[in-house]
């Protein structure tokens, strides 16, 4: 038992390790030098407070959706709908800031909410498909992606908007942006969603490990027929589970809206948040400690990503081959422990 | 358990030390390194100016306006003795978050004049030049009312009337049909120049507008044409960047199933002749060039010049050969069309007729027909 915990800390830092150092070989094979690649990754993340806060600001999402695609699993779910949760937030929460004149505790707290009901109504559908009529979570939440992207840009241009690409800023009195947060980090657009990114993520916690609901919901993941011969409401729970996750994902929303842009734009495709949450939730292991920590490392990865270009002559797309191998190393290390299991026993 | 939970507890706590340290001491070194580099530029022959881009996310290979704005960048270097990295540079956006960080590396980096290709950079040329008055900044395709912000626009509408001009002239089932990117003000202009277009030439000629929702879906590109082309159309106007080469495909698929069939698409941003070639038959009709390249050349000159034009707007259109139908497929550009699409441009410049740009206006100059 505590050589399997002792894998799961060591699978990810393994990963990351091998994924950093393959993409080292990368470089060196295709030219460029790999120390002063990584270098510039490192300045354009930390290398100054105006970085750091942009890293910061990307983790902020990062955190919500790997949190949303995370609880979704717990119940063994898989939430491909992530991304058109967080749209959906996205636009709650914008058109919530727009609409509504109050004063912020009463407005602010109303966008955020607004978002993260948006979220759960949009990952409740697939939950309450899924519990009643048996139909398969991934194949809804896909179609429920493009729903969200094009019901919202749509909305934007004929509700929001005068048939415009963009709305209107919100209010101060519905906005996260802190002018304080931005002068320490020389105008980067940091905001107080971090706070309440890592709060969400305690959130995830207590629920999961520490209430009869979460025990009740990793119970369904781990044997639905067990658990409704216990006594459980398995439909109840994965709808529960849904609407929970897809309330994650649409607080990612609310960070964006609110934060980071203080609008919403018609979007020509995903805004890839969702999608990445899977993968930042699958180096996590579903875990909320993990599932910050690897959101903390996507942000470095992509906000670095970009300064390597500039500095280093390093193609940008290199963090994202990064980003591929420690995925692939993650998902495989599953395999290696598979065999060690194997070995393990036979050897018996 | 619990001791597993606080070392992980304590490793967490260890690497934000850690980050917080190392982004303290590299605070001070890595200015000095900047303001070093810096200097080097300014030692430069071209005395101490130098420019940068910001791309969209199509990047600065897209084949379209992002490739064509950093080979204008290019020439304008050439012209001066600098190169990549040494007086000029181009920062790649991932996805629109990464618009911010790049303007601001670039403003870091001591460039004098920074560039942002595409509308969708508004919002953030917006915010960076107020935060740092000192630098000049340019927005291609959109408008920006700050005092050291230059915007340029071009006349799409313009040269989209004229290649509707040639649709009209060579359309023999009187329907053609057009698609869109995005569904915005941007693209509203070429679809407006062109239906007006067309209209001037046969008012009675069908045009399907289709809008795809993106501008990297070749999919949906290739199904609208799929549709446009088995309703009877003949030829189509794309203006949708990377879901054209659905268009494309689509078009080339069905001549080389039937090389007799007619059967023509119409470019847009750069001339798309390539694109259209199968065999030995070519369905590019035409294309609807737009030279970011001279826009961006010219206004760098200006800047370096001393004569920066801050908050105007500068409309590239016929008249600077910025925007300029291409004639490179002779044999579908009868002399006949050439000539026409020749006499309209005429008109145009001539202001005899003022060409709508929006889709209440093209209403009003069709009803006028």
Redesign the interface.
Known sequence: MTSNKKFHLLVPIISVFLGLLFGAIIMLFSGYNPIEGYAALWQGSFGDLYFFGETLRKVTPYILTGLAVAFAYRSSLFNIGAEGQVIVGWLAAIWVGLSVDAPMYIHLPLAIIAAAVAGGIWGFIPGLLKAKLGVHEVIVTIMMNYIALYCTNEIIRSILTDNAEITEPIPESASLASAWLQNITYFSRLHYGILIALFAALVMWFIIDRTTIGYELKSVGFNQHASKYAGMNVSKNIILSMAISGAFAGLAGAMEGLGTYGTISVMSGFTNLGFDGIAVALLGANSAVGVVLAAFLFGVLKVGAVNMPTVAGVPSELADIIIALIIFFVASSYLIRWLLLRFKKEGK | MKS??FI??FA?IL?IGM?LA??GS??SG??NNDKKSGEKVDNGEAADFSAAMVTDIGGVDDKSFNQSAWEGLQAWADEHGLAK?KGI??????????Y???L???V??DYKLIFGIG?NL??GIT?VAK?YPDTHFSIVDDVVEQPNVASVTFKEHEGSFLVGVAAAMKTKTNKVGFVG?????LINKFESGFIAGVKSINPDIDIDVQYA????AADKGKLIATNMYNNGIDVIYHSSGGTGNGVFAQAKDIKQNDPDKEIWVIGVDRDQHEEGQIGDNNVTLTSMVKRVDIAVQDLANKSMSGDFPGGEILEYGLEDDAISVATTNEEAMTDEIVEAVNEWKEKIANGEIDVPKTREETKEFVDAL
Not at chain 2, 90 to 98: E, G, R
Not at chain 2, 213 to 216: D, R, T, V
């Open positions: 597993r939970r992980l507890l967490l690497t980050v190392a982004c590299s605070d890595d200015k990295g540079d181009y920062a790649q956006s991932n996805d629109q978050s990464d911010m960080p790049n601001t590396r670039l870091k980096q509308f508004k919002e915010k935060q990117g995005v569904d915005s003000p929702e993106s501008f990297g």
